[in-house]
């Protein structure tokens, strides 16, 4: 990333692609934004306020000088003065990309009793070749004579986006043409994350061919090959095994339920979407070492898996280990999609004297839809069941803006410094970040590019906006105090770029200085605290 700093930032042109909005399009959100003023689906929108689709200069200075400067003083600011200090250096940086991204995010955003449209809702005539996008995209020949790659590669995939966005399909071909020459799953790690963003605009273009007559994107089939749950599965565990995205989330939800089951004698945990059970052994192991002696233990996973074999034999294990830590535990396996009608007493099968727990790794974000509506629900059936916590660890991110290039930006700023991250963990050609990266995060990125509607279920939000809609469900967040804990675990790993931090009671874990994780506890209101 460093070796794109210079260059990019002072020879950026303010006419890049990401500027040059179809003009068909700028025109169409501007006058259906009265139409959206009275509809009263309510959005899940970045900000609650009225923006216009412009992006001043210095805002598009903010974004590139986030993107390729990822090198922030990553100290966490515990001890002297110079730490603070460069905690709110580090803040500042980060509230000027947010500042920025909201911009890009929310062209047309309206309060929260209105509709959002989604970014290519309506197909438009003009072209991104006639407003001159492709002008602004250094060509091969400019490339070779000094221009360092990836900076191509960058200037490519923002005008080729652009293109996309437009229903320019001739253009964004032949822009897809020279990424595809760069790009490769097995260069360095900004050719990596480009070439699955370039899968990514590929599908979103196959799609594009399916239109609907109003106007809407037909999610069809997409010649993609299949992944099979192992795979999937594999990666994952690979991914939690190298790096500390996943341990810090089960660490610090681990950690919050243990403090808030001091003193319960029986406990039940609702894991939902359980798919595997990596996050359970080591609280199984701190229960056993209570002084006040072990509870009782249940955990009910709520899984719409089609293949339990492997999970049920995961459950066996642990239920066997539970019993050699002198641990009482139960295992229920609930094999049905999260619905509000699911989550009730009779359903769940509570008892009565038990401590309820809910858990959500990476998993409530996929509740959340162009409107509020389905998320609001879930989170009322949970608040029904009357839980002592929800704990929730959610990527840090905005990948549901209501428009799709600002989505693409994000994203694309986001999962950079994942694959930084990968490419210092990791030797280049090490067979388990490739699996980590085409089998995970390449289906992560996909998604979010490709897809719209029902079929888009990477929603991933940042912890301002989970606060929001948590707390107006009844649930106020709970301060985690396992930072010193998460620390050590991070220094097992062996690199210096992670970070850690924490906002308004949310731990957040990054890379240089981009928050990429949140972890957080939260509590019914009106309920006194367990810890």
Same mark, same amino acid.
């Given at each position: 990333?460093?070796?794109?700093?210079?260059?990019?930032?002072?020879?950026?042109?303010?006419?890049?692609?990401?500027?040059?909005?179809?003009?068909?399009?700028?025109?169409?959100?501007?006058?259906?934004?009265?139409?959206?003023?009275?509809?009263?689906?309510?959005?899940?929108?970045?900000?609650?306020?009225?923006?216009?689709?412009?992006?001043?200069?210095?805002?598009?200075?903010?974004?590139?000088?986030?993107?390729?400067?990822?090198?922030?003083?990553?100290?966490?600011?515990?001890?002297?003065?110079?730490?603070?200090?460069?905690?709110?250096?580090?803040?500042?940086?980060?509230?000027?990309?947010?500042?920025?991204?909201?911009?890009?995010?929310?062209?047309?955003?309206v309060n929260d009793d209105s509709l959002m449209m989604e970014g290519d809702e309506l197909e438009m005539s003009s072209s991104c070749e006639d407003l001159g996008a492709n002008e602004m995209v250094p060509s091969i020949e400019e490339a070779s004579h000094g221009v360092d790659q990836g900076l191509h590669l960058v200037h490519l995939l923002l005008a080729?986006?652009?293109?996309?966005?437009?229903?320019?399909?001739?253009?964004?071909?032949?822009?897809?043409?020279?990424?595809?020459?760069?790009?490769?799953?097995?260069?360095?790690?900004?050719?990596?994350?480009?070439?699955?963003?370039?899968?990514?605009?590929?599908?979103?273009?196959?799609?594009?061919?399916?239109?609907?007559?109003?106007?809407?994107?037909?999610?069809?089939?997409?010649?993609?090959?299949?992944?099979?749950?192992?795979?999937?599965?594999?990666?994952?565990?690979?991914?939690?095994?190298?790096?500390?995205?996943?341990?810090?989330?089960?660490?610090?939800?681990?950690?919050?339920?243990?403090?808030?089951?001091?003193?319960?004698?029986?406990?039940?945990?609702?894991?939902?979407?359980?798919?595997?059970?990596?996050?359970?052994?080591?609280?199984?192991?701190?229960?056993?070492?209570?002084?006040e002696g072990p509870p009782t233990l249940r955990i009910t996973a709520l899984t719409s898996d089609e293949d339990l074999v492997e999970l049920e034999a995961s459950m066996k294990s642990l239920l066997e280990d539970a019993s050699s830590l002198g641990i009482a535990m139960e295992f229920h396996l609930i094999s049905e999609p999260v619905t509000p009608s699911?989550?009730?007493?009779?359903?769940?099968?509570?008892?009565?004297?038990?401590?309820?727990?809910?858990?959500?790794?990476?998993?409530?974000?996929?509740?959340?839809?162009?409107?509020?509506?389905?998320?609001?629900?879930?989170?009322?059936?949970?608040?029904?069941?009357?839980?002592?916590?929800?704990?929730?660890?959610?990527?840090?991110?905005?990948?549901? +803006?209501?428009?799709? /290039?600002?989505?693409?930006?994000?994203? $694309?700023?986001? &999962?950079?410094?994942?694959?930084? @991250? !990968?490419?210092?963990?990791?030797?280049?050609?090490?067979?388990?970040?490739?699996?980590?990266?085409?089998?995970?995060?390449?289906?992560?990125?996909?998604?979010?590019?490709?897809?719209?509607?029902?079929?888009?279920?990477?929603?991933?939000?940042?912890?301002?906006?989970?606060?929001?809609?948590?707390?107006?469900?009844?649930?106020?967040?709970? +301060?985690?105090?396992? /930072?010193?804990?998460?620390?050590?675990? $991070?220094?097992? &790993?062996?690199?210096?770029?992670? @970070? !850690?931090?924490?906002?308004?009671?949310?731990?957040?874990l990054g890379w240089k200085g981009r928050p990429l994780m949140l972890a957080s506890a939260w509590q019914l209101h009106n309920v006194s605290s367990a810890y």
């Amino acid at each position: 990333m460093e070796g794109f700093n210079g260059w990019l930032y002072e020879s950026f042109n303010h006419d890049f692609a990401i500027r040059r909005f179809c003009s068909a399009r700028v025109e169409l959100e501007q006058g259906e934004l009265g139409d959206a003023m009275n509809n009263d689906t309510e959005p899940f929108c970045p900000d609650d306020e009225i923006s216009t689709p412009h992006l001043a200069a210095s805002e598009v200075d903010d974004f590139v000088d986030s993107f390729i400067n990822m090198d922030y003083d990553d100290d966490d600011g515990d001890g002297d003065g110079e730490g603070d200090d460069k905690n709110d250096r580090n803040s500042k940086k980060q509230q000027n990309f947010h500042h920025f991204q909201d911009k890009i995010e929310a062209f047309s955003i309206v309060n929260d009793d209105s509709l959002m449209m989604e970014g290519d809702e309506l197909e438009m005539s003009s072209s991104c070749e006639d407003l001159g996008a492709n002008e602004m995209v250094p060509s091969i020949e400019e490339a070779s004579h000094g221009v360092d790659q990836g900076l191509h590669l960058v200037h490519l995939l923002l005008a080729c986006a652009e293109a996309v966005g437009c229903r320019d399909i001739h253009l964004a071909t032949s822009m897809l043409s020279q990424i595809g020459a760069s790009a490769t799953p097995l260069g360095d790690s900004l050719q990596r994350v480009s070439y699955c963003f370039a899968i990514g605009l590929k599908s979103r273009l196959s799609l594009l061919q399916n239109v609907n007559g109003n106007g809407t994107i037909a999610n069809c089939a997409i010649d993609v090959p299949m992944i099979a749950r192992e795979e999937k599965m594999e990666a994952f565990q690979l991914l939690y095994q190298t790096t500390p995205y996943i341990a810090f989330g089960f660490l610090a939800a681990n950690e919050a339920i243990f403090q808030a089951a001091q003193g319960k004698g029986s406990l039940h945990i609702i894991d939902l979407g359980m798919k595997h059970t990596l996050q359970w052994p080591s609280l199984i192991r701190a229960l056993a070492s209570r002084p006040e002696g072990p509870p009782t233990l249940r955990i009910t996973a709520l899984t719409s898996d089609e293949d339990l074999v492997e999970l049920e034999a995961s459950m066996k294990s642990l239920l066997e280990d539970a019993s050699s830590l002198g641990i009482a535990m139960e295992f229920h396996l609930i094999s049905e999609p999260v619905t509000p009608s699911l989550l009730t007493r009779d359903n769940l099968n509570l008892r009565e004297g038990e401590s309820l727990y809910i858990n959500s790794v990476m998993h409530l974000h996929k509740y959340v839809k162009e409107s509020r509506g389905s998320l609001k629900a879930i989170l009322q059936a949970i608040k029904k069941l009357g839980p002592a916590l929800l704990t929730m660890v959610e990527q840090d991110a905005n990948h549901n +803006g209501p428009f799709f /290039l600002g989505r693409f930006l994000e994203s $694309l700023h986001y &999962y950079s410094a994942i694959f930084d @991250s !990968l490419e210092a963990s990791l030797p280049r050609h090490s067979p388990q970040r490739m699996k980590i990266e085409r089998l995970h995060f390449a289906e992560e990125i996909r998604n979010i590019v490709a897809y719209e509607g029902t079929d888009r279920m990477e929603r991933h939000e940042r912890a301002d906006q989970w606060r929001r809609q948590l707390g107006r469900a009844g649930f106020q967040v709970m +301060g985690l105090k396992c /930072l010193s804990q998460a620390r050590m675990m $991070l220094s097992v &790993y062996g690199c210096d770029g992670y @970070s !850690l931090g924490s906002e308004k009671g949310c731990l957040l874990l990054g890379w240089k200085g981009r928050p990429l994780m949140l972890a957080s506890a939260w509590q019914l209101h009106n309920v006194s605290s367990a810890y």
